[in-house]
């Protein structure tokens, strides 16, 4: 990915070309090796750190002037501090490995034109000060290659986290492997959902095709010539999902005892499938691996005219597994009176599920604040409530 944006782009390689110590780790620019003189005038090297504004794969004029420092707060020759670029000094984690101690703030009138401009203007002014005590010292120290570089799970880099300082909190999801039992409705709500974070591999369980009635609830738009291939749900959802992220692997079988080894090696699993023995097998198999997993659920009654009921999302982890056989998780078919049975469209609901569920393994992981640690919650339609319960 690095080596295509520097060779797409005039202002990166640009950048590359003249010298500057200049790579893409995660989805933010980095320049190393860029001289300043400290607090009590030593000659010291530091890392400017921007995001990224991309189209695709193509730079776009950066939104912001302000970039990210990690180093001390750097000085005029006479040890002075340079007040006119200083910002703030949060002390940030940024992820992928990087952190700032400063972010500076030095705004052209007509902002900079593009990443060349931002980052050699910044250089230039931190290594001014640091020339002048040690000459001949420069920010054009290129000395590294991209061989060393991580193959990024994303087709196009994800310039959402870095922009918004989201980096390391992403960064708690990169090792998980994701298996989505069920791509139905609310399945494939949760692929929509997972697909646009960092994790190592997604695993997708369904032998079903993908008809008609699916394309109501589902996300994404099918084209008519697409529904007359009727396609395997996990093809259809891969080859879409697989334009923006690696590692989706689809599994067109049933999950049943001849098939249960293919969960072997997932971290988390969330489970969409309709009740029945085979899912009571699956549960079984997820807890003798050790593996924390969340079952989503939708009961609906039509009456009156309207369609209300609930939505529930049900956590079991390694800590806690006693509330899902206590009756948390059905596991007895709906029969003829389940209107979700009947695969009504309510494809709102579905991606509400999903939703609910993807957040809870997000709290579970430390993206999100989890102040009650719930392994139960509800979603009551009509009247908008949202219950939680089976706390530890």
Not at 57 to 82: K, M, S, Y
Not at 358 to 382: A, I, Q
């Amino acid at each position: 990915m690095s080596r295509e944006l520097f060779s797409l782009n005039p202002d990166l390689a640009r950048l590359r070309s003249e010298g500057y110590f200049v790579r893409i780790e995660g989805n933010l620019l980095v320049m190393r090796e860029v001289p300043y003189v400290d607090d009590q005038r030593r000659v010291r090297t530091g890392t400017l750190v921007s995001g990224l504004d991309l189209a695709g794969d193509q730079t776009r004029r950066p939104e912001t002037h302000v970039i990210h420092w990690d180093g001390d707060f750097p000085c005029n020759a006479d040890g002075t501090p340079l007040p006119a670029i200083s910002h703030q000094s949060p002390n940030t984690n940024l992820g992928y490995g990087l952190t700032a101690q400063h972010s500076f703030s030095n705004k052209p009138p007509e902002g900079y034109l593009d990443y060349y401009a931002k980052m050699s203007t910044y250089a230039t002014i931190l290594a001014g000060p640091a020339a002048v005590l040690q000459p001949g010292i420069s920010p054009r120290v290129f000395c590294g290659t991209d061989d060393d570089e991580q193959i990024s799970v994303f087709n196009y880099l994800d310039t959402a986290s870095g922009r918004v300082g989201l980096g390391a909190l992403a960064a708690k999801l990169e090792n998980e492997v994701i298996g989505i039992l069920g791509t139905g409705g609310t399945g494939g709500y949760i692929l929509d959902l997972v697909a646009k974070t960092p994790v190592k591999e997604i695993r997708l369980f369904d032998d079903d095709d993908f008809l008609s009635h699916n394309a109501f609830r589902a996300p994404g738009a099918p084209s008519l010539e697409e529904l007359r291939d009727a396609p395997k749900k996990v093809r259809y959802l891969k080859g879409i999902y697989e334009r923006m992220h690696r590692g989706i692997v689809a599994h067109c079988v049933k999950l049943e005892a001849a098939t249960l080894g293919l969960l072997e090696g997932i971290t988390f699993a969330f489970i969409s499938m309709d009740a029945g023995e085979e899912k009571r097998a699956v549960v079984a198999k997820l807890e003798a691996l050790g593996v924390s997993f969340i079952d989503v659920g939708m009961g609906l009654e039509l009456s009156n005219g309207s369609l209300g009921g609930i939505l529930r999302v049900t956590t079991s982890t390694q800590g806690k597994r006693d509330h899902v056989h206590a009756g948390r998780i059905s596991f007895e078919g709906g029969g003829d009176r389940d209107v979700y049975a009947s695969n009504i469209q309510v494809a709102d609901l579905n991606a509400l599920n999903a939703c609910l569920s993807v957040v809870k393994w997000k709290k579970l992981r430390g993206f999100y604040r989890d102040l009650e640690n719930e392994h139960h919650s509800t979603y009551t339609t009509d009247g908008n409530m949202l219950l939680n319960g089976d706390q530890p």
